[in-house]
């Protein structure tokens, strides 16, 4: 069954500290792999995307890794900022459909 | 890119009554999609809507509950009919983009439409 699990559920951390969210997924076969950041009350906000042969990618303060051998995913956030409060989602898309497998996210608190 | 607007933004609803939530997209997009978020909840995919056809419903979804409608390539509508306190969510619409040539699809959704049903 395709899924998509992430940890820690929740965070809490000072601000301009760095921290590292997860993703495990047994999607297959894979397409792709994208984190949004979803403010409360928002919509979800794309922040990366990674294709099977990249293992690297970076969007500001944002940088996600991914390792397909594994079927692993993180991302580093890095000087964090109070901005940076939301919920973190991990999402996996495999070949030839259209529909993405969501995880439950991670919900980061950045605290002064 | 794609920029997406949602109406109304939230809603308090009386259960038995029916809501229609309208999505607005500033281009035209092959791929539109409805998704439902309850609360502490991750989003999950109640249909794509086709633009004149039927929409494809996911399982646990059915067109009597949740009918919508897809005139043209910029605009969707999603009805909750009959809502009673378990359709308290956030709703939103999704569209995806096509980029690099068909090679990555880029997914971009609405701000959501917040529902509450008493």
């Known amino acids: 069954k395709n899924q998509v699990e992430q940890s820690p559920q929740s965070l809490i951390i000072l601000e301009g500290k760095n921290c590292t969210l997860q993703c495990n997924y047994t999607v297959s076969p894979f397409s792709n792999l994208r984190w949004y950041k979803q403010d409360t009350g928002r919509g979800p906000v794309s922040l990366t995307i990674m294709t099977f042969s990249e293992n690297t990618k970076s969007n500001g303060r944002y940088t996600a890794t991914l390792d397909a051998d594994t079927k692993q995913s993180s991302l580093h956030i890095t000087a964090s900022q109070l901005s940076d409060s939301a919920s973190y989602i991990c999402?996996?898309?495999?070949?030839?459909?259209?529909?993405?497998?969501f995880g439950t996210g991670t919900r980061l608190q950045v605290f002064p | 890119s794609a920029v997406i607007s949602q109406k109304p933004s939230r809603d308090i609803c009386q259960r038995g009554t029916s809501l229609t939530i309208q999505c607005q997209v500033d281009?035209?997009?092959?791929?539109m999609f409805w998704y439902r978020q309850q609360p502490g909840q991750s989003l999950t995919l109640i249909a794509t809507?086709?633009?004149?056809?039927?929409?494809?419903?996911e399982s646990g979804f059915v067109i009597d509950k949740f009918p919508i409608s897809r005139p043209n390539l910029t605009f969707s509508t999603l009805t909750v009919s009959n809502m009673s306190p378990e359709d308290s969510s956030i709703y939103l619409c999704s569209v995806a983009v096509i980029a690099g040539g068909g090679l990555s699809q880029t997914q971009y959704f609405g701000p959501g439409t917040r529902l509450l049903v008493l």
């Open positions: 281009s035209q997009v092959t791929m």
């Open positions: 809507a086709n633009q004149g056809s039927e929409a494809t419903y």
């Open positions: 999402v996996v898309s495999a070949r030839n459909t259209d529909k993405l497998i």
